[in-house]
């Protein structure tokens, strides 16, 4: 296969680890290691991690979480579930399984660029399903309904939607579900947000649940702050999550066995992690939306539903957005990343779910760049 260079993660990779404040984060404030066990007897859980053996996992991962997991979805049990590393190798290893040269796969969009490189990389031809800001983010899936084709193998969700927040309702999804079925097609609902509701009953029932044509990914990063066990999932079919297993034996073999511990921990505790999350989050966005309204003359942006991301589009600036972001990092060590990383130049992602002084000084940088912008 021959891969496009991934734009967003050559960005964070270029200036991440180097930047002071970090408004490109995607995910909920990291949680260090001690504050995690805190959630329990810490005593009790490192006693237990002094135990585990340094070698390989399971390749499918540990029986245990792979039952945490399989209890999320109805209908599932553990033969269901394939533990990966992160969701970006279950989008990779779903996307091989069942896409081939000429096939349709259609992608919510704009999108990380792993839901859909990969397909292209396949052969296939790749549709885009625009979210616009124009229209307030809104799903039309009448707009999506005439993209599919006779030869659609493949349709990708990402509920809730990065970058920009967006959320299919329950009964969108079901329309699209029963499309599949009707079609005989698939659904890749990549729902890494799925916990990350900002407001009551606004996030639908995983695909998973409500439709054996959809196939669930899951991850231990962006909701719960925990990217670094580098753990994700797929929750599908049997016969799927076997033939995803088969390159997974290709791919990384097997997650660690200490990683593999901490997430079946993090999940048995899962209230308690997105209890300190969505706090975190929904204290971010009540500032941030008071610094956009008092910046209105800079931005068009669209309040996010879920997650913790925003995606505004920029005006009255005498810069493109790579040239704003890079400035900004020059200057003062302050990361964002540009729309161009997602093939839509003029506008920013913007992280609101770190910690919350970090924000705060953040926001107040880039409010003074953007004055001596217009000097």
Same mark, same amino acid.
């Given at each position: 296969?021959?891969?496009?260079?991934?734009?967003?993660?050559?960005?964070?990779?270029?200036?991440?680890?180097?930047?002071?404040?970090? +408004?490109?984060?995607?995910?909920?404030?990291?949680?260090?290691?001690?504050?995690?066990?805190?959630?329990?007897?810490?005593?009790?859980?490192?006693?237990?991690?002094?135990?585990?053996?340094?070698?390989?996992?399971? #390749?499918?991962?540990?029986?245990?979480?792979?039952?945490?997991?399989?209890?999320?979805?109805?209908?599932?049990?553990? $033969?269901?579930?394939?533990?990966?590393?992160?969701?970006?190798?279950?989008?990779?290893?779903?996307? =091989?399984?069942?896409?081939?040269?000429?096939? #349709?796969?259609?992608?919510?969009?704009?999108?990380?660029?792993?839901?859909?490189?990969?397909?292209?990389?396949?052969?296939?031809?790749?549709?885009?399903?625009?979210?616009?800001?124009?229209?307030?983010?809104?799903?039309?899936?009448?707009? /999506?309904?005439?993209?599919?084709?006779?030869?659609?193998?493949?349709?990708? /969700?990402?509920?809730?939607?990065?970058?920009?927040?967006?959320?299919?309702?329950?009964?969108?999804?079901?329309?699209?579900?029963?499309?599949? &079925?009707?079609?005989?097609?698939?659904?890749?609902?990549?729902?890494?947000?799925?916990?990350?509701?900002?407001?009551?009953?606004?996030?639908?029932?995983?695909?998973?649940?409500?439709?054996?044509?959809?196939?669930?990914?899951?991850?231990?990063? $962006?909701?719960?702050?925990?990217?670094?066990?580098?753990?994700?999932?797929?929750?599908?079919?049997?016969?799927?999550?076997?033939?995803?297993?088969?390159?997974?034996?290709?791919?990384?073999?097997?997650?660690?066995?200490? =990683?593999?511990?901490?997430?079946?921990?993090?999940?048995? =505790?899962?209230?308690?992690?997105?209890?300190? =999350?969505?706090?975190?989050?929904?204290?971010? /966005? &009540?500032?941030?939306?008071?610094?956009?309204? &008092?910046?209105?003359?800079?931005?068009?942006?669209?309040?996010?539903?879920?997650?913790?991301?925003? %995606?505004?589009?920029?005006?009255?600036?005498?810069?493109?957005?790579?040239?704003?972001?890079?400035?900004?990092?020059?200057?003062?060590?302050? +990361?964002?990343?540009?729309?161009?990383?997602?093939?839509?130049?003029?506008? +920013?992602?913007?992280?609101?779910?770190?910690?919350?002084?970090? %924000?705060? #000084?953040?926001?107040?940088?880039?409010?003074?760049?953007?004055?001596?912008?217009?000097?």
């Amino acid at each position: 296969m021959d891969m496009k260079t991934f734009a967003v993660e050559r960005w964070m990779n270029t200036y991440e680890n180097d930047a002071v404040y970090n +408004l490109a984060e995607t995910d909920a404030k990291p949680f260090t290691l001690g504050e995690l066990l805190s959630l329990g007897n810490k005593d009790d859980l490192i006693e237990e991690l002094m135990k585990i053996k340094l070698g390989y996992n399971p #390749t499918t991962g540990r029986q245990e979480l792979r039952e945490v997991i399989a209890g999320f979805y109805k209908d599932t049990a553990r $033969k269901n579930i394939l533990v990966t590393t992160g969701a970006i190798e279950a989008d990779f290893l779903v996307t =091989n399984t069942l896409v081939k040269p000429g096939d #349709t796969v259609i992608v919510q969009f704009p999108a990380y660029q792993a839901l859909y490189s990969t397909a292209e990389a396949r052969g296939a031809r790749v549709k885009y399903w625009y979210m616009k800001i124009d229209k307030g983010y809104e799903p039309d899936i009448n707009e /999506l309904k005439k993209l599919i084709d006779e030869k659609t193998k493949l349709i990708v /969700l990402n509920i809730p939607h990065n970058p920009t927040g967006a959320v299919i309702s329950e009964d969108q999804l079901k329309t699209i579900l029963s499309w599949a &079925e009707e079609g005989d097609f698939w659904v890749l609902c990549d729902e890494v947000y799925h916990d990350f509701a900002l407001y009551p009953n606004i996030i639908p029932p995983h695909g998973r649940s409500l439709s054996k044509r959809a196939i669930s990914v899951g991850s231990m990063s $962006k909701s719960y702050g925990l990217s670094g066990l580098r753990l994700g999932w797929i929750a599908g079919p049997e016969d799927i999550v076997n033939a995803c297993w088969g390159w997974k034996d290709y791919t990384s073999i097997s997650n660690s066995p200490i =990683n593999d511990y901490l997430a079946t921990f993090a999940l048995k =505790n899962v209230d308690k992690v997105m209890g300190r =999350n969505l706090s975190i989050a929904r204290n971010n /966005l &009540e500032v941030f939306m008071n610094w956009l309204q &008092e910046h209105k003359d800079y931005f068009d942006y669209v309040k996010p539903k879920a997650g913790v991301l925003l %995606f505004p589009r920029l005006k009255n600036i005498p810069v493109t957005t790579e040239e704003l972001c890079k400035g900004l990092y020059e200057k003062h060590k302050l +990361l964002m990343v540009p729309g161009e990383c997602f093939e839509m130049p003029g506008f +920013l992602r913007i992280g609101f779910g770190n910690d919350s002084d970090m %924000f705060k #000084t953040g926001i107040s940088i880039f409010s003074t760049y953007l004055k001596e912008l217009r000097i």
